[in-house]
């Protein structure tokens, strides 16, 4: 089964800095979806970036971009020029390609703090 | 364009009891899927319906069900509820697949006491 970690519970940023979110994931498969979901405190879940196993490009959306390494598993997420609005829980997730309609899996997530 | 409207936002239950859980996916959405959160879980799958079918089914037991109505409107019923399925219970559409993504709606609190 695919298993996501997200091994930083925590973390905070400096309005205006940049950080980068961490994941990795463990999978047998080649083809795959990969996501960053936001969540504040609306509790909304909302999609931040969305990535393809089989491109090698990295996903950029405006100040939301991913470093995709496919070999060692990782899709860490790099948010620049942070704003307050950007603290939430931040959620990676994994969606098979390969096996029909299967959900996403996520990671445990990481809380995110702006600090003005 | 409404997004995903689910109802009610929160709930407050007995053990013992049994609840229903209201999920109105975005228009043209034919796929509902379901997901607990629980600070100790996370979040994990319930199940997913698509054209009033349940497609796939996450490892809960019988006491939650579901089902999606020919609008694509979607239920869940958890039945003899206990104090652990206290959660945030959050609905998810997509118009098929889910390669895209999912679009989630803000989730029903519900506490069990």
């Known amino acids: 089964a695919q298993t996501v970690t997200q091994s930083q519970p925590e973390m905070s940023v400096q309005e205006a800095e940049t950080v980068t979110l961490s994941c990795t994931y463990d999978t047998s498969e080649s083809d795959y979806y990969l996501f960053w979901y936001k969540q504040p405190p609306s509790r909304q879940m909302i999609l931040v970036i969305r990535?393809?196993?089989?491109?090698?490009q990295n996903a950029t959306e405006n100040r939301f971009s991913v470093n995709f390494q496919k070999a060692a598993k990782s899709f860490s997420l790099k948010i620049s020029d942070s704003q307050l609005g950007d603290a939430a829980m931040y959620f990676c997730?994994?969606?098979?390609?390969?096996?029909?309609?299967?959900?996403?899996?996520f990671g445990k997530g990481t809380r995110l703090s702006v600090i003005a | 364009k409404a997004g995903v409207t689910q109802t009610p936002r929160y709930l407050i239950k007995t053990r013992g009891q049994q609840v229903t859980l209201s999920c109105s996916p975005i228009s043209g959405h034919r796929s509902v899927s379901w997901y607990q959160q629980t600070p100790g879980q996370g979040l994990q799958f319930l199940f997913e319906?698509?054209?009033?079918?349940?497609?796939n089914k996450g490892n809960f037991p019988g006491r939650f069900s579901g089902r999606q109505f020919s609008n694509s409107r979607s239920e869940m019923n958890v039945s003899t509820l206990e104090l652990g399925d206290s959660a945030l219970y959050l609905c998810?559409?997509?118009?098929?697949?889910?390669?895209?993504?999912?679009?989630f709606g803000s989730g029903t609190r519900l506490t069990v006491v």
């Open positions: 997730a994994y969606r098979s390609a390969t096996r029909g309609n299967t959900p996403l899996v």
């Open positions: 319906y698509f054209s009033e079918t349940q497609r």
């Open positions: 998810a559409s997509s118009p098929g697949t889910g390669d895209y993504g999912y679009t």
């Open positions: 990535q393809e196993a089989y491109k090698q």
